[in-house]
């Protein structure tokens, strides 16, 4: 689904990714883990179009998207839910909504509404604090928008970066478990995740980055995986 | 007694009531300004070009014989569709590096220069002046204001709301402050940021345009009257904080009172100084002006 | 990122280099702009002509201003659209003491360089709050005040201006130069800006000159204690606070324009400020865009009244394809041929 | 033989030329403003040189010599103006300079003229000063001053209103403060009771703040000295606000002009300003004068293509008198010089450099200047106040 071959990024004089390959399948959600620095946000970036890779070939459902616009990107089926969940300031609750629509901007009225419908059924909180300002919510609410306003546009593949972070571990808990629901609905996710033992727990599959790269891929569900896994990105 | 209810009647009174379609004109001029600001950061030096641009359309099409009243229609598309070209094929291009400030000021200082010159070029130097489709004078309150200038406050109040609600209340106003606030976050929740900016421009630039529309039968039309409001204008929305709507119909309001009011005080040459003097000020003690940016309120 | 010690020195290295071949490559220019004012001085000369001496002595005074323009958007990144202010403050200064109190070019020239100083002083402290676009805003507010009170006091001749200012005589000891002679008027002038561009050109690179630059890179980053360590290196800024460290450096750029206005007295009054995109870091670059639109502008202006069209869109134009300047396009052409060994990095740097 | 034909015609052709120039053509710098605020005036200026300079050539030119314009762009700018004189002086070599609108570009070109020794001519600028105390030996002026044009509306108001309540308005730079101060005196001197007064800034876009004063003083008569697009803007807002209808508007010779008429439309009617022409005026000059100006420039002369018509007509008289373009020949030639212009005969004064003509006091009625009142010259120039020379 997401195919990513050799994919080189860099930011001004510094070489980020140097060479990541890997690809995302149907129905999977795969864990992204490093130390910091070593370039995962800069590939989420990357395949939602804020940076534009240097090298290398991205392929999303077998449509080469390396350098197309964030929000061409978007509108091919993938979600961000960014690092600091960038909620829009001077936007109400609904507001931040209704542009997580513009996704599929050609969808009937109807439709829309259907969906906004859910997604406040879905996060009930949401719904109670619709018409105030997205960044007065905590920040545990703000996540939570953060990923409806992406799930209401119905997207084929979800990019999630640092989602518990900065949260208490009793919200943390609640944003796995979302994304844990996911997963069983089949909606392929790709997470980045500095706590990886819980990250571990909703991921099918894992990826190792050092240095730009790819070092390792495992099995989420494998303990010799997981060890290894551990080696790699501690020290 | 009689003596201050003939002040107020002749002097305050008419001063507030002058003072008011001045500021409802100025405010026009603001609002195009500010949302261009507001969004896209451009501090847009051709605003007042674009408001003699539409001034001069509307001229040139009461003399082919068209209605005032659908000139008012007409003469706002067609500088939207200006506006937008103008981004696409001028600011866009400056518009992704570092300077940008700086480099769509100069863009658009050079455009302003060749427009003034082009004006004199298509239409001469001398003024024009259609004829004003409401005629005549009403006393209210024992003070004269002209119906014409009556109809501008009623209309201008009008589009000013019309303005507030599109940017604060429509789905397409969230995708403008959505851009203004995080373009990347904005454009990966699928918000095509790149046409908004155009559109946004286009927008501000059909506002300039109707207001050349709404006030060349009060202030005529020459080649160099873009640069009438401008600095009021500008004025008006440093004061009111850049990119704030409210702020704009504040700082307008009150800076064109206190124009008016002091022009009976101190030689009205020397109202334009203390106007300017408040604004730098204001610019020293609160930059970000009266209300913050747009989508602050 | 690759920040290692190893980098660190080479970057270090080539940066220097290029502040090397950069100096080069203004100096070549700024040669080739003497050399070429003496061989146009020479050829006028012969030719008995006035006019064009007065042309090109107008845009060595504007190459000053523009030098002024360029300390500071170039240098600091800050947009001062308001230079007319000092320009025409000098030239009233510099009038008034000539009218009213000495005949002499020096006088009025120290009296000049002190009051635009004091007025940089004065301007700095309100303006320097703003930053960016604020900044520019500012200035030109400023600009406006000081221009409608200026046109509107009746004392300093208002619109009109002040008018029967006396020929000066430019005393240098050991001979003088009459004003009125357009020769020596345009040496005088020559030589001015010239000193003025070694003056400037030497003031950035010393510690204080990095200052300015440190400001401009400050603008995102807020390395305060870099540019307070900065600062007491340039020795005048001992522990002054954050709002205060910028404070001096209007002063000079100030000063000077004032300077230019004191010399390009028989003409005094508003003077539109050209603005010129063409001289970001490089001061040079000040120098051959001054003469360019000088020269441009008096040559479409006789060929065509419309001439504010084709000005405004070469204006246009060089900011959309040369926005780092006329010699931001031809210094890195010249560097290349000059000192072939200075690498990229300083470009990101 | 085709070839000896050509070369037939071009001997011919030569032959004529030689004929006709003999010597260099007499080159006349004209500096206007052809952009800007003022470039409505300048249009004029050059209607008016083109023509006058045309009829002349067609008629042999001045002693034989061809005349050329040499046109400049002065922005009503006074430090370009400078620049662009010293350019004529020097590059062009021009023998006479012309041209300039406003005061300050006129004096400063005067003293350009003194430093190269060459005489300069004003046909628009009305500042008194300039045959004043600011009077140049290198400067003449053949249209009427300021104070002309007041002393015929002074001249006229009194006659219609005995000793009426006056209300000023005058734009905010020297040229307006001094034409508002010197009609103020003489309508007061003849028994004008003035009500208020107020200057409002050049470029006014709204007059309506000055109003209230206005009516609140209920004044008999309003004068006014702004111009160009101010004038618009002034009179329609005037009318706009209904306070026209019982006021009788008068102003400078400035203020309402052929250019700006149009815009003002019907505000501008009745309207009343003293003036040194009209294109009305009933005589066969300017009768020919008017049809030949709408010919060949479809637009109507005003008083500033008139008088700078009129200037080259005094340019010539003068060189024939003279015999010759010398600077000091050509001055005295100048001084005390009668010549006949569609104003009438004028009379340039030796002591001052102030021409002296009739002066009318001209209403507007249905977009045309109709002559209602004749002043005397002698009566309307006043006396000399020159000193330097």
Known sequence: MLELDAIHTHYGLSHVLQGVSFTVAKGEVVGLFGRNGVGKTTLIKTVAGWVRPSSGRLRFEGEDIAGLASDRICRRGIGLVPEDRRVLPGLTVEENLRLGLMQAPGRAKAEAARAMQRTFERFPRLAERRSQMGTTLSGGEQQMLAIARVLVGAPRLLLIDEPSEGLAPMIADEIFALIHELRAEGIPVLLVEQNVMRALEVCDRFLALERGAVVFQGDARSSADRQRLIEVIAV | ?????????????????????????????????????????????????????????????????????????????????????????????????????????????????????????????????????????????????????????????????????????????????????????????????????????????????????????IYSVFPTMGKDFILMAFTVVIVGGMGSIKGAVIAGLVLTQIQSISSLFISPVWSDPLVFGIMVLFLMVRPQGLAGRLGHG | MADTPATRVAVRTAVAANERADALGDGVLAGAFVALALVFAAVAAASGDTFFFRLATEALILAGVAMA??????????????????????????????????????????????????????????????????????????????????????????????????????????????????????????????????????????????????IRANESARALPGILALARQAGGLRDRGRGRRALRQPVPHAARPGVAGAAGLPDIGQRRDHGHPRRRRHLVGALYGAVILTGLKSVIGTWTEHHLIIIGALFMLSVIFLPKGFAGYVLPRLRRRFAPGAGKPGEGA | MKTLKICAALAAVFAAGQVQAQGAPIKIGVVTPLTGTYAGIGQQVKWGIDMAIKEINDKGGIMGRKVEAIYEDEEANPNVAVQKAEKLFQVSKV?????????????????????????????????????????????????????????????????????????????????????????????????AKSVGEVFAPLDNKDYSPFFGQIRAARPQVLYTSVAGNDTVRFMSQLAEFGLAKNLQIVGAAGTVTAQNMKAIGKAADGYVTGAAYSAELDNPANKKFVADFKAAWKADPDLYGVDSYGVMYFYKAAVEKAGSTDTDKLRTAMRGLEWQTPQGKKTMRAGDHQAIQDMYAVKVTGGKFQIIAKVPGEAAVGPDTCTRF
Not at chain 2, 131 to 148: H, K, Q, R, T, V
Not at chain 2, 173 to 192: Q, T
């Open chain 3, 69 to 214: 323009v360029d300390l500071l958007l170039g240098y600091t990144g800050l947009l001062s659209l308001g230079h007319a202010l000092f320009f025409g403050f000098g030239a009233y200064v510099s009038a008034l003491v000539l009218k009213h109190w000495s005949p002499s070019f020096w006088a009025a020239i120290g009296v000049t360089f002190a009051a635009a100083a004091l007025l940089g002083v004065v301007a700095g402290f309100i303006a320097i709050r703003a930053r960016g676009v604020y900044f520019a805003l500012i200035t030109f507010g400023l600009a406006q005040v000081v221009f409608k009170a200026v046109y509107n006091t009746r004392e300093l001749g208002g619109s009109d201006g002040i008018i029967g200012i006396p020929q000066i005589r430019v005393e240098f000891g050991l001979f003088s130069v009459q004003a009125s002679s357009p020769l020596g008027f345009f040496l005088v002038t020559l030589v001015f800006v010239m000193l003025l561009y070694a003056a400037l050109a030497w003031l950035m690179r010393t510690p204080f000159g990095r200052l300015l630059v440190a």
């Open chain 2, 1 to 217: 007694m009689t003596e201050i209810l003939e002040s107020l009647q002749f002097v305050y009174g008419p001063q507030v009531a002058n003072g008011l379609a001045i500021g409802v004109a100025v405010i026009l001029m603001a609002l195009g300004l500010t949302i261009i600001f507001g969004l896209l950061d451009v501090i847009n030096m051709s605003h007042g070009e674009f408001y003699a641009l539409g001034a001069y359309l509307a001229v040139t099409l009461v003399g082919q014989g068209v209605n005032f009243w659908l000139c008012l229609a007409l003469v706002p598309v067609a500088m939207a569709a200006i506006g937008y070209f103008t981004e696409r094929a001028l600011i866009q291009r400056v518009f992704h590096t570092k300077d940008r400030h700086i480099l769509t000021l100069l863009l658009t200082f050079g455009l302003a220069i060749i427009a003034e010159d082009a004006f004199k070029l298509a239409y001469g130097p001398n003024p024009y002046k259609p004829e004003s489709p409401i005629s005549g004078a009403s006393e209210i309150l024992g003070i004269m204001l002209p119906n014409y200038r009556l109809f501008l406050i009623a209309a201008g109040g009008a589009i000013i709301v019309a303005v507030w609600l599109v940017v604060y209340r429509t789905t397409l106003g969230a995708m403008v402050r959505a851009a203004a606030w995080d373009k990347n976050m904005a454009a990966s929740l699928g918000v095509p940021v790149e046409r908004v900016y155009a559109g946004t421009f286009a927008f501000g630039v059909a506002l300039a345009g109707l207001s050349g529309v709404l006030l060349a039968p």
């Open chain 4, 95 to 191: 023998d006479f300079l012309t041209g300039t609108v406003n005061s300050g570009s006129t004096l400063a070109v005067g003293q350009v003229a003194e430093r190269n020794q060459r005489l300069a001519a004003t046909t628009v600028s009305f500042s008194d000063a300039i045959t004043g105390d600011k009077c140049s030996p290198n400067v003449f002026r053949v249209n009427a001053k300021a104070g002309m044009q007041s002393a015929a509306l002074v001249e006229w108001m009194v006659k219609e209103k005995p000793s009426p309540s006056v209300f000023y308005l005058g734009p905010d730079y020297e040229m307006g403060r001094s034409t508002v101060a010197a009609f103020k005196s003489a309508a007061e001197k003849r028994g």
